[in-house]
């Protein structure tokens, strides 16, 4: 059963729009959740973060909103960089329980010049 | 800079075949997580470790596969006897890991690429 959920298995944006990636959680436990980008060959890197006391935060042009009611979060890219093609992935985690960072299947974002 | 450290990078074996993974953690990170990514499952969470403690290993095949810690700069994943589906690519996580609120960060090593052929 796939706790951590990324629907979309890709979008591509021209650069300088805003991208939107989302992501939804079935586990009401989980209360923190980051993302992280990925490139081909390397391991993932960690982007943003937000618990679950917050519904927003913000990181240059990164931003991740969280609605706990809809068990739904997502990162906007603003403006979007051809840089940021990568595949990224959403994950959750229990503080404090099972603490296990669980992850979605990931999205890859192409960004066109 | 700190950073997870994963070896081997790449590594080819015959089925059956014993494979050894270590990862140096991010010192003073009290949390290893083991990975698996394949094209089907993503990212698949193996193992964890909190304080060389393991606490879950329900995602291994515990017939083939084993985690340990044997001390706090090492984290070991092994397979014997290896298969051809065990191929993918096998991360190493590490972070400092407080508790409820605590902007908690998780860290990924550059992965080891496995195929048994």
């Known amino acids: 059963d796939q706790q951590v959920k990324q629907n979309s298995p890709s979008l591509s944006v021209q650069e300088g729009r805003i991208s939107i990636l989302n992501c939804d959680y079935t586990?009401?436990?989980?209360?923190?959740f980051l993302w992280y980008k990925k490139y081909p060959a390397e391991g993932p890197t960690f982007l943003i973060s937000i618990s679950s006391i917050k519904d927003k935060n913000e990181d240059g042009r990164f931003t991740v909103f969280l609605n706990k009611s809809a068990k739904h979060l997502s990162l906007h890219i603003v403006p979007s960089q051809p840089g940021d093609s990568a595949v990224y992935f959403c994950a959750a985690l229990h503080q404090g329980g099972s603490e296990k960072l669980v992850f979605g299947k990931g999205m890859k974002l192409t960004v066109n010049p | 800079d700190a950073r997870v450290t994963q070896t081997p990078r790449d590594k080819v074996t015959e089925m059956g075949q014993e494979v050894t993974m270590r990862c140096q953690p991010i010192l003073g990170h009290n949390t290893v997580f083991w990975y698996r990514q394949t094209m089907m499952q993503g990212l698949e969470l193996l193992a964890y470790f909190r304080n060389r403690a393991p606490l879950d290993d329900s995602g291994m095949p515990k017939d083939r596969f084993s985690a340990e810690m044997p001390d706090a700069t090492l984290a070991t994943l092994k397979i014997q006897p290896s298969e051809p589906r065990d191929s993918a690519v096998y991360f190493c996580?590490?972070?400092?890991?407080?508790?409820?609120?605590?902007?908690?960060?998780?860290?990924f090593g550059e992965g080891s690429w496995l195929t048994v052929v």
């Open positions: 996580a590490s972070g400092l890991v407080l508790g409820a609120y605590s902007g908690n960060t998780i860290y």
């Open positions: 586990n009401s436990m989980f209360d923190y």
